[in-house]
Nanobody, 116 residues
Framework: QVQLVESGGGLVQAGGSLTLSCVASGSIIFSINTMGWDRQAPGKQRELVAAINSVGRTSYADSVKGRFTISRDNAKNTVSLQMNSLKPEDTAVYYC?????????WGQGTQVTVSS
């Protein structure tokens, strides 16, 4: 079993910043697995917005490149998402994602709302 607990969501005005954090626990070897953040806006499909692999290589959805930064702290089993220059279209529930062959895991999600 893998447990992922997100925190840091909330309400922010357009142009503002938020940092999301996710702590992983359970039957994992955190340092060797890719971690990521998905989001799902109302009426839309869930999308992967950022990922970071075991050696720190990152990837981002085009819609967030240059504004979001993903990072990880293997000593604390934590992955974070720094979100700057937020836009109303970033409003969504954000989910921490743990990639594992055959069965990815997601947390319960944290709401991010960006007002215009």
């Amino acid at each position: 079993q893998v447990q992922l607990v997100e925190s840091g969501g909330g309400l922010v005005q357009a142009g503002g910043s938020l940092t999301l954090s996710c702590v992983a626990s359970g039957s994992i070897i955190f340092s060797i697995n890719t971690m990521g953040w998905d989001r799902q806006a109302p009426g839309k499909q869930r999308e992967l917005v950022a990922a970071i692999n075991s050696v720190g290589r990152t990837s981002y959805a085009d819609s967030v490149k240059g504004r979001f930064t993903i990072s990880r702290d293997n000593a604390k089993n934590t992955v974070s998402l720094q979100m700057n220059s937020l836009k109303p279209e970033d409003t969504a529930v954000y989910y921490c994602r743990y990639f594992r062959v055959g069965s990815d895991y997601w947390g319960q999600g944290t709401q991010v709302t960006v007002s215009s």
